[in-house]
Protein backbone atom coordinates (compact mmCIF):
# COMPACT_ATOMS: atom_id res chain seq x y z
CA UNK A 1 0.00 0.00 0.00
CA UNK A 2 1.50 3.03 -1.05
CA UNK A 3 0.74 5.82 1.85
CA UNK A 4 1.92 9.51 1.46
CA UNK A 5 2.55 10.57 5.36
CA UNK A 6 3.06 13.59 6.52
CA UNK A 7 6.29 14.40 8.72
CA UNK A 8 8.65 17.61 8.20
CA UNK A 9 6.60 18.72 5.35
CA UNK A 10 4.46 21.74 6.09
CA UNK A 11 1.02 23.38 4.99
CA UNK A 12 0.58 25.71 2.63
CA UNK A 13 -3.30 25.77 3.51
CA UNK A 14 -5.88 24.84 5.90
CA UNK A 15 -9.13 24.14 5.34
CA UNK A 16 -11.97 22.27 7.21
CA UNK A 17 -13.08 20.45 4.46
CA UNK A 18 -11.63 19.84 0.96
CA UNK A 19 -13.15 18.81 -1.60
CA UNK A 20 -11.81 17.14 -4.63
CA UNK A 21 -13.48 17.98 -8.05
CA UNK A 22 -15.45 20.78 -8.84
CA UNK A 23 -17.90 19.15 -11.03
CA UNK A 24 -21.73 19.31 -10.03
CA UNK A 25 -20.79 16.43 -7.11
CA UNK A 26 -17.79 18.63 -5.85
CA UNK A 27 -19.83 21.72 -5.69
CA UNK A 28 -22.94 20.80 -3.76
CA UNK A 29 -20.97 18.95 -1.42
CA UNK A 30 -18.93 22.18 -1.01
CA UNK A 31 -22.27 23.98 -0.62
CA UNK A 32 -23.54 21.08 2.19
CA UNK A 33 -20.01 21.47 3.82
CA UNK A 34 -20.32 25.37 4.18
CA UNK A 35 -23.84 25.40 4.90
CA UNK A 36 -22.57 23.42 8.47
CA UNK A 37 -20.37 26.12 8.64
CA UNK A 38 -16.85 24.44 7.33
CA UNK A 39 -14.93 26.61 6.04
CA UNK A 40 -13.99 24.75 2.69
CA UNK A 41 -11.90 24.50 -0.37
CA UNK A 42 -12.95 23.11 -3.92
CA UNK A 43 -10.05 21.98 -5.84
CA UNK A 44 -10.83 22.02 -9.73
CA UNK A 45 -8.33 20.70 -12.49
CA UNK A 46 -10.08 22.82 -15.26
CA UNK A 47 -10.22 26.30 -15.82
CA UNK A 48 -14.27 25.97 -14.99
CA UNK A 49 -16.67 24.66 -12.61
CA UNK A 50 -19.48 22.39 -13.64
CA UNK A 51 -17.24 19.33 -14.86
CA UNK A 52 -19.57 16.56 -16.64
CA UNK A 53 -22.68 18.17 -14.90
CA UNK A 54 -22.18 20.85 -17.17
CA UNK A 55 -22.31 18.84 -20.28
CA UNK A 56 -24.89 16.49 -19.32
CA UNK A 57 -28.49 16.49 -20.29
CA UNK A 58 -30.01 17.33 -17.28
CA UNK A 59 -32.41 14.42 -16.36
CA UNK A 60 -33.22 13.84 -12.42
CA UNK A 61 -35.39 10.17 -11.86
CA UNK A 62 -37.44 10.47 -9.07
CA UNK A 63 -40.22 9.93 -7.62
CA UNK A 64 -43.36 11.28 -5.13
CA UNK A 65 -41.78 15.12 -6.08
CA UNK A 66 -43.45 18.29 -6.00
CA UNK A 67 -43.46 18.79 -9.65
CA UNK A 68 -45.42 14.99 -10.25
CA UNK A 69 -48.06 16.18 -7.58
CA UNK A 70 -48.56 19.56 -9.35
CA UNK A 71 -49.02 18.09 -12.77
CA UNK A 72 -51.40 15.55 -11.25
CA UNK A 73 -49.26 12.80 -11.16
CA UNK A 74 -49.79 9.76 -8.20
CA UNK A 75 -46.61 8.21 -7.52
CA UNK A 76 -44.74 6.27 -4.71
CA UNK A 77 -41.21 5.06 -4.00
CA UNK A 78 -43.02 1.81 -3.97
CA UNK A 79 -44.25 1.87 -7.67
CA UNK A 80 -41.18 3.18 -8.31
CA UNK A 81 -39.27 0.06 -6.75
CA UNK A 82 -41.59 -2.01 -8.38
CA UNK A 83 -40.51 -0.79 -11.74
CA UNK A 84 -36.77 -1.31 -10.89
CA UNK A 85 -37.62 -4.88 -10.04
CA UNK A 86 -39.04 -5.53 -12.83
CA UNK A 87 -36.71 -3.83 -15.04
CA UNK A 88 -34.05 -6.00 -13.10
CA UNK A 89 -35.46 -9.04 -14.01
CA UNK A 90 -35.61 -8.52 -17.27
CA UNK A 91 -31.99 -7.65 -17.36
CA UNK A 92 -31.12 -9.93 -15.57
CA UNK A 93 -29.24 -8.01 -12.71
CA UNK A 94 -29.39 -8.39 -8.92
CA UNK A 95 -30.62 -5.69 -6.70
CA UNK A 96 -30.08 -4.23 -2.64
CA UNK A 97 -33.66 -3.44 -1.81
CA UNK A 98 -32.36 -1.95 0.85
CA UNK A 99 -29.94 0.40 -1.26
CA UNK A 100 -32.37 0.66 -3.78
CA UNK A 101 -34.52 2.09 -1.43
CA UNK A 102 -32.29 4.55 -0.13
CA UNK A 103 -30.81 6.01 -3.75
CA UNK A 104 -35.14 6.36 -4.02
CA UNK A 105 -35.56 8.28 -1.22
CA UNK A 106 -32.11 10.42 -0.99
CA UNK A 107 -32.72 11.48 -4.54
CA UNK A 108 -36.07 12.44 -4.23
CA UNK A 109 -35.31 14.47 -1.42
CA UNK A 110 -32.22 15.95 -3.20
CA UNK A 111 -34.81 17.13 -6.22
CA UNK A 112 -36.43 19.04 -3.68
CA UNK A 113 -33.30 20.68 -1.99
CA UNK A 114 -32.13 22.22 -5.38
CA UNK A 115 -36.01 23.41 -6.25
CA UNK A 116 -34.99 25.21 -2.70
CA UNK A 117 -31.98 26.68 -3.66
CA UNK A 118 -33.87 28.27 -7.16
CA UNK A 119 -33.45 25.00 -9.86
CA UNK A 120 -36.72 24.87 -11.82
CA UNK A 121 -37.55 21.28 -13.32
CA UNK A 122 -39.61 20.48 -16.16
CA UNK A 123 -41.90 17.23 -16.45
CA UNK A 124 -42.33 14.79 -15.27
CA UNK A 125 -41.82 13.52 -18.22
CA UNK A 126 -42.70 9.42 -19.41
CA UNK A 127 -39.70 7.25 -19.53
CA UNK A 128 -39.92 4.14 -21.00
CA UNK A 129 -38.95 1.87 -18.63
CA UNK A 130 -41.10 3.38 -16.77
CA UNK A 131 -44.84 2.86 -15.72
CA UNK A 132 -45.29 6.50 -14.27
CA UNK A 133 -43.69 9.79 -15.62
CA UNK A 134 -40.28 10.49 -13.40
CA UNK A 135 -38.15 12.31 -15.65
CA UNK A 136 -37.54 15.58 -14.24
CA UNK A 137 -35.51 17.97 -16.34
CA UNK A 138 -33.16 21.47 -15.15
CA UNK A 139 -34.21 24.54 -16.32
CA UNK A 140 -33.29 25.88 -18.97
CA UNK A 141 -30.16 23.28 -18.94
CA UNK A 142 -27.50 22.27 -16.59
CA UNK A 143 -24.86 24.74 -17.30
CA UNK A 144 -28.06 27.13 -15.03
CA UNK A 145 -27.42 24.20 -12.21
CA UNK A 146 -23.53 24.69 -12.18
CA UNK A 147 -24.04 28.48 -12.11
CA UNK A 148 -26.87 28.09 -8.89
CA UNK A 149 -23.97 26.00 -7.14
CA UNK A 150 -21.90 28.20 -8.01
CA UNK A 151 -23.58 31.72 -6.73
CA UNK A 152 -24.55 29.98 -3.66
CA UNK A 153 -21.31 28.56 -2.64
CA UNK A 154 -19.62 32.02 -3.31
CA UNK A 155 -22.82 33.45 -0.55
CA UNK A 156 -20.76 30.72 1.64
CA UNK A 157 -17.50 32.05 1.07
CA UNK A 158 -16.20 28.35 -0.64
CA UNK A 159 -13.09 28.79 -1.89
CA UNK A 160 -13.01 27.05 -5.54
CA UNK A 161 -9.97 27.03 -7.16
CA UNK A 162 -9.58 26.51 -10.71
CA UNK A 163 -6.67 24.66 -12.44
CA UNK A 164 -6.15 22.89 -9.17
CA UNK A 165 -6.07 19.40 -9.35
CA UNK A 166 -6.05 17.12 -6.06
CA UNK A 167 -3.00 14.90 -6.81
CA UNK A 168 -2.77 12.99 -3.40
CA UNK A 169 -4.27 12.31 -0.25
CA UNK A 170 -2.00 12.98 2.67
CA UNK A 171 -2.18 10.75 6.13
CA UNK A 172 -1.16 11.40 9.74
CA UNK A 173 1.04 8.99 11.43
CA UNK A 174 -2.69 7.51 12.41
CA UNK A 175 -3.13 6.49 9.01
CA UNK A 176 -5.77 9.30 8.90
CA UNK A 177 -6.84 11.07 6.23
CA UNK A 178 -5.20 14.36 6.98
CA UNK A 179 -4.67 16.69 3.77
CA UNK A 180 -4.57 16.94 0.22
CA UNK A 181 -1.45 17.39 -2.19
CA UNK A 182 -2.60 19.86 -4.69
CA UNK A 183 -0.78 20.48 -8.39
CA UNK A 184 -1.30 24.08 -8.89
CA UNK A 185 0.18 26.29 -11.59
CA UNK A 186 2.59 27.87 -8.71
CA UNK A 187 3.98 23.54 -8.10
CA UNK A 188 2.38 21.80 -5.63
CA UNK A 189 0.27 22.87 -2.62
CA UNK A 190 0.10 20.65 0.73
CA UNK A 191 -3.77 21.64 2.15
CA UNK A 192 -4.42 20.39 5.86
CA UNK A 193 -8.18 19.04 6.05
CA UNK A 194 -10.01 18.09 8.95
CA UNK A 195 -11.62 16.23 5.97
CA UNK A 196 -11.73 15.29 2.36
CA UNK A 197 -14.27 14.99 -0.43
CA UNK A 198 -13.54 12.94 -3.36
CA UNK A 199 -15.86 14.19 -6.25
CA UNK A 200 -14.02 14.02 -9.41
CA UNK A 201 -15.37 12.11 -11.63
CA UNK A 202 -15.15 9.26 -13.87
CA UNK A 203 -12.18 7.55 -15.91
CA UNK A 204 -13.28 7.04 -19.40
CA UNK A 205 -10.26 8.94 -20.44
CA UNK A 206 -7.20 7.52 -18.79
CA UNK A 207 -6.70 5.03 -20.84
CA UNK A 208 -3.66 3.27 -18.31
CA UNK A 209 -6.61 2.99 -15.99
CA UNK A 210 -8.99 1.05 -18.54
CA UNK A 211 -6.40 -1.15 -19.62
CA UNK A 212 -5.84 -2.34 -16.62
CA UNK A 213 -9.50 -2.85 -14.73
CA UNK A 214 -10.77 -3.96 -18.46
CA UNK A 215 -7.69 -5.55 -20.12
CA UNK A 216 -10.07 -7.24 -22.88
CA UNK A 217 -11.02 -3.32 -23.88
CA UNK A 218 -10.06 -0.29 -25.96
CA UNK A 219 -10.22 3.02 -24.69
CA UNK A 220 -12.58 5.09 -27.68
CA UNK A 221 -12.54 8.19 -27.94
CA UNK A 222 -13.76 9.80 -24.58
CA UNK A 223 -16.32 12.50 -24.75
CA UNK A 224 -14.65 14.88 -21.70
CA UNK A 225 -10.63 14.65 -21.75
CA UNK A 226 -10.74 15.81 -18.51
CA UNK A 227 -12.19 12.32 -16.77
CA UNK A 228 -9.44 10.61 -15.82
CA UNK A 229 -10.00 9.14 -12.86
CA UNK A 230 -8.07 11.09 -9.88
CA UNK A 231 -10.29 10.08 -7.12
CA UNK A 232 -10.48 6.85 -8.18
CA UNK A 233 -6.31 6.77 -8.19
CA UNK A 234 -6.51 8.90 -5.34
CA UNK A 235 -8.49 6.52 -3.13
CA UNK A 236 -6.95 3.21 -4.04
CA UNK A 237 -3.66 4.23 -3.66
CA UNK A 238 -4.59 4.56 0.12
CA UNK A 239 -5.93 1.25 0.46
CA UNK A 240 -9.73 1.75 -0.77
CA UNK A 241 -12.36 -0.58 -2.17
CA UNK A 242 -12.93 -0.33 -5.68
CA UNK A 243 -15.59 -1.86 -7.53
CA UNK A 244 -17.25 -2.82 -10.72
CA UNK A 245 -13.89 -1.12 -12.57
CA UNK A 246 -14.56 -3.59 -15.49
CA UNK A 247 -17.78 -1.17 -16.23
CA UNK A 248 -17.01 0.94 -19.30
CA UNK A 249 -19.68 2.15 -21.87
CA UNK A 250 -19.52 0.88 -25.20
CA UNK A 251 -19.45 3.38 -27.48
CA UNK A 252 -22.42 5.68 -28.80
CA UNK A 253 -22.65 8.17 -31.06
CA UNK A 254 -22.36 11.75 -29.79
CA UNK A 255 -23.02 15.55 -31.37
CA UNK A 256 -20.01 17.36 -30.96
CA UNK A 257 -21.19 20.76 -30.10
CA UNK A 258 -23.98 21.66 -27.32
CA UNK A 259 -26.21 20.00 -26.28
CA UNK A 260 -24.18 16.79 -26.55
CA UNK A 261 -27.42 14.40 -27.59
CA UNK A 262 -26.94 10.59 -28.05
CA UNK A 263 -29.77 10.28 -30.87
CA UNK A 264 -32.44 7.66 -30.77
CA UNK A 265 -31.69 4.00 -32.25
CA UNK A 266 -35.43 4.79 -33.66
CA UNK A 267 -34.12 7.56 -36.29
CA UNK A 268 -32.46 4.78 -38.05
CA UNK A 269 -35.64 2.23 -38.50
CA UNK A 270 -37.29 5.66 -39.40
CA UNK A 271 -35.27 6.30 -42.31
CA UNK A 272 -32.68 8.23 -40.95
CA UNK A 273 -29.32 7.37 -42.95
CA UNK A 274 -25.89 7.52 -41.09
CA UNK A 275 -23.17 8.78 -43.32
CA UNK A 276 -19.26 9.97 -42.93
CA UNK A 277 -18.10 13.33 -44.00
CA UNK A 278 -17.42 11.47 -47.91
CA UNK A 279 -21.06 10.69 -47.77
CA UNK A 280 -20.59 6.92 -47.61
CA UNK A 281 -23.41 5.27 -45.39
CA UNK A 282 -22.67 3.71 -42.49
CA UNK A 283 -25.02 0.75 -41.20
CA UNK A 284 -25.35 0.47 -37.83
CA UNK A 285 -25.95 -2.27 -35.04
CA UNK A 286 -29.22 -1.33 -33.46
CA UNK A 287 -29.46 -2.07 -29.52
CA UNK A 288 -30.19 -0.01 -26.83
CA UNK A 289 -28.19 2.83 -28.47
CA UNK A 290 -27.01 3.59 -32.06
CA UNK A 291 -23.55 1.35 -31.61
CA UNK A 292 -20.91 1.31 -34.12
CA UNK A 293 -18.73 -2.42 -34.16
CA UNK A 294 -15.79 -2.41 -32.66
CA UNK A 295 -13.39 -0.27 -30.57
CA UNK A 296 -11.68 1.71 -33.84
CA UNK A 297 -9.11 4.28 -33.00
CA UNK A 298 -9.89 6.33 -36.02
CA UNK A 299 -12.71 7.98 -35.25
CA UNK A 300 -14.73 9.58 -37.94
CA UNK A 301 -17.34 11.98 -37.80
CA UNK A 302 -20.80 11.12 -38.57
CA UNK A 303 -23.64 13.18 -39.77
CA UNK A 304 -27.15 12.01 -39.93
CA UNK A 305 -29.35 12.74 -42.71
CA UNK A 306 -33.36 12.54 -42.41
CA UNK A 307 -35.24 13.35 -45.36
CA UNK A 308 -38.89 14.21 -45.52
CA UNK A 309 -40.09 10.90 -45.88
CA UNK A 310 -38.45 10.35 -42.70
CA UNK A 311 -39.51 13.55 -40.78
CA UNK A 312 -43.42 12.52 -41.49
CA UNK A 313 -42.59 9.60 -39.17
CA UNK A 314 -41.37 11.42 -36.14
CA UNK A 315 -42.83 13.07 -33.67
CA UNK A 316 -43.74 16.38 -33.08
CA UNK A 317 -45.05 18.76 -29.95
CA UNK A 318 -48.23 18.59 -31.70
CA UNK A 319 -48.30 14.92 -30.32
CA UNK A 320 -47.98 15.27 -26.75
CA UNK A 321 -51.05 15.76 -24.28
CA UNK A 322 -49.11 15.97 -21.34
CA UNK A 323 -47.74 16.03 -18.27
CA UNK A 324 -44.32 16.77 -19.58
CA UNK A 325 -43.15 15.57 -23.37
CA UNK A 326 -45.01 12.38 -24.14
CA UNK A 327 -46.07 12.39 -27.79
CA UNK A 328 -43.29 10.12 -28.25
CA UNK A 329 -44.56 7.77 -26.16
CA UNK A 330 -48.34 8.25 -26.78
CA UNK A 331 -48.01 7.65 -30.71
CA UNK A 332 -44.91 5.25 -30.81
CA UNK A 333 -42.90 7.66 -33.32
CA UNK A 334 -39.22 8.27 -32.81
CA UNK A 335 -37.62 11.46 -31.28
CA UNK A 336 -34.18 12.98 -32.05
CA UNK A 337 -32.96 12.35 -28.96
CA UNK A 338 -33.17 12.75 -24.75
CA UNK A 339 -31.89 16.98 -24.32
CA UNK A 340 -31.88 19.84 -22.04
CA UNK A 341 -35.03 21.95 -21.28
CA UNK A 342 -37.46 19.90 -23.70
CA UNK A 343 -36.78 16.07 -22.20
CA UNK A 344 -36.99 14.74 -25.33
CA UNK A 345 -35.90 16.56 -28.83
CA UNK A 346 -38.01 16.69 -31.69
CA UNK A 347 -36.68 17.67 -34.97
CA UNK A 348 -38.27 21.21 -34.73
CA UNK A 349 -36.52 21.52 -31.37
CA UNK A 350 -33.02 21.28 -33.18
CA UNK A 351 -33.05 23.90 -35.32
CA UNK A 352 -31.80 26.18 -32.38
CA UNK A 353 -28.81 24.11 -31.72
CA UNK A 354 -25.89 24.71 -34.22
CA UNK A 355 -25.44 20.93 -35.24
CA UNK A 356 -28.65 21.16 -37.09
CA UNK A 357 -28.66 22.44 -40.85
CA UNK A 358 -31.69 22.37 -43.30
CA UNK A 359 -31.16 21.81 -46.73
CA UNK A 360 -33.69 22.03 -49.95
CA UNK A 361 -31.74 20.02 -51.79
CA UNK A 362 -29.41 16.70 -52.30
CA UNK A 363 -26.14 19.40 -53.49
CA UNK A 364 -26.64 21.47 -50.78
CA UNK A 365 -26.76 18.69 -48.00
CA UNK A 366 -23.81 17.35 -49.93
CA UNK A 367 -21.99 20.90 -49.61
CA UNK A 368 -23.01 21.39 -45.94
CA UNK A 369 -21.09 17.36 -45.26
CA UNK A 370 -18.56 18.05 -47.64
CA UNK A 371 -19.26 15.26 -49.92
CA UNK A 372 -20.04 14.68 -53.63
CA UNK A 373 -23.78 14.77 -53.74
CA UNK A 374 -23.62 11.21 -55.84
CA UNK A 375 -22.28 9.41 -53.06
CA UNK A 376 -24.61 11.25 -50.69
CA UNK A 377 -27.46 9.95 -52.75
CA UNK A 378 -25.88 6.64 -53.36
CA UNK A 379 -25.82 6.35 -49.58
CA UNK A 380 -29.55 7.75 -48.65
CA UNK A 381 -30.58 5.07 -51.84
CA UNK A 382 -34.64 5.39 -51.68
CA UNK A 383 -34.94 8.67 -49.02
CA UNK A 384 -34.28 11.33 -51.38
CA UNK A 385 -37.05 13.48 -50.96
CA UNK A 386 -36.53 16.95 -49.66
CA UNK A 387 -35.83 19.37 -47.77
CA UNK A 388 -33.38 17.63 -45.60
CA UNK A 389 -32.29 17.47 -42.56
CA UNK A 390 -28.31 16.84 -41.64
CA UNK A 391 -27.59 16.50 -38.13
CA UNK A 392 -24.00 16.16 -37.04
CA UNK A 393 -21.52 16.09 -37.03
CA UNK A 394 -21.46 13.12 -34.48
CA UNK A 395 -18.86 10.42 -33.32
CA UNK A 396 -18.33 7.46 -31.42
CA UNK A 397 -17.21 8.20 -28.15
CA UNK A 398 -17.04 6.70 -24.76
CA UNK A 399 -19.41 8.89 -22.38
CA UNK A 400 -19.16 7.66 -19.14
CA UNK A 401 -17.26 4.46 -16.51
CA UNK A 402 -19.15 2.55 -14.45
CA UNK A 403 -16.46 1.68 -11.66
CA UNK A 404 -16.74 3.72 -8.16
CA UNK A 405 -14.81 3.76 -4.87
CA UNK A 406 -17.25 1.41 -2.29
CA UNK A 407 -18.76 3.82 0.07
CA UNK A 408 -21.48 3.33 2.87
CA UNK A 409 -24.92 5.46 2.71
CA UNK A 410 -23.28 8.28 4.99
CA UNK A 411 -20.51 8.23 1.83
CA UNK A 412 -17.46 7.34 4.06
CA UNK A 413 -14.92 5.52 1.99
CA UNK A 414 -14.31 1.93 2.70
CA UNK A 415 -10.82 0.19 2.83
CA UNK A 416 -10.51 -3.21 1.24
CA UNK A 417 -11.09 -4.96 4.18
CA UNK A 418 -14.52 -2.78 4.47
CA UNK A 419 -13.48 -0.46 7.40
CA UNK A 420 -13.97 3.08 7.17
CA UNK A 421 -11.44 5.57 5.99
CA UNK A 422 -11.44 7.78 8.52
CA UNK A 423 -11.56 11.35 7.22
CA UNK A 424 -12.25 10.40 3.47
CA UNK A 425 -15.64 11.03 1.62
CA UNK A 426 -17.26 10.20 -1.73
CA UNK A 427 -19.52 11.64 -4.16
CA UNK A 428 -20.78 11.38 -7.43
CA UNK A 429 -18.86 8.15 -9.46
CA UNK A 430 -16.73 8.31 -6.22
CA UNK A 431 -18.95 7.35 -4.12
CA UNK A 432 -20.37 3.69 -5.91
CA UNK A 433 -23.36 2.53 -3.88
CA UNK A 434 -25.22 0.42 -6.02
CA UNK A 435 -25.03 -0.40 -9.60
CA UNK A 436 -28.35 -0.75 -11.20
CA UNK A 437 -31.60 1.59 -11.07
CA UNK A 438 -32.57 1.50 -14.50
CA UNK A 439 -33.27 4.51 -17.24
CA UNK A 440 -32.05 7.80 -17.06
CA UNK A 441 -31.28 10.33 -14.65
CA UNK A 442 -30.10 9.07 -11.30
CA UNK A 443 -26.21 9.51 -12.10
CA UNK A 444 -27.32 13.42 -11.92
CA UNK A 445 -29.08 12.99 -9.13
CA UNK A 446 -26.74 10.67 -6.97
CA UNK A 447 -24.19 13.13 -7.62
CA UNK A 448 -26.54 15.79 -5.97
CA UNK A 449 -27.69 13.61 -3.30
CA UNK A 450 -24.05 12.43 -2.30
CA UNK A 451 -22.59 15.52 -2.38
CA UNK A 452 -25.02 16.75 0.02
CA UNK A 453 -24.24 13.75 2.41
CA UNK A 454 -20.94 13.47 1.67
CA UNK A 455 -20.60 18.02 2.48
CA UNK A 456 -22.16 17.57 5.56
CA UNK A 457 -20.58 14.59 6.92
CA UNK A 458 -17.16 15.82 6.46
CA UNK A 459 -18.21 18.97 8.34
CA UNK A 460 -19.27 17.03 11.09
CA UNK A 461 -16.28 14.67 11.01
CA UNK A 462 -14.06 17.98 10.69
CA UNK A 463 -15.54 19.56 13.62
CA UNK A 464 -15.54 16.29 16.00
CA UNK A 465 -11.50 17.04 15.20
CA UNK A 466 -11.54 20.38 16.47
Known sequence: MNKRHMTNLGWDDQADVVVVGGGGAGLRAGLAAATKGAKT?????TGDPGGKTAMSIGIMTASGTSVQKAAGVRDSHARHLADVQAMAKEAGAKIDI?????????????????????????????EGPHGTPRMHVVQPDCRHLVDV??????????????????????????????????????????VAAGAVVLAAGDYSANQAMVETVAPKLKLAMPLRDFATGDGHRMAMRIGARAQNMGRVNLPQLRFMDWPYVEPSPGLVGAGARLVTAKGARIKTKLAGSILMPGFEKNWEEIFI????GCAAKLAMASDDVGPGRDGWARSGKPFIGTAPQVGYAYLEDCRAWDWHFEAKSMA???????CKPAD????????????????????????????????NEKTNVLAED??????LYGAGVNARLISFMGGHGYALAWAMASGNIAGAGAAGHANRQL
Open 41 to 45: IVLEK
Open 98 to 126: GSTKFMMRVCSAELENLIGLGVKFSGPHP
Open 149 to 190: LVRRCAKKRVDIRLNTPGAELILDHKGQVAGVRADSTGGPRF
Open 305 to 308: VIDA
Open 364 to 370: AAARHIG
Open 376 to 407: LAASLAKNTSGPFHVLGPTRRVIANSGGGIAT
Open 418 to 423: DRIIKG
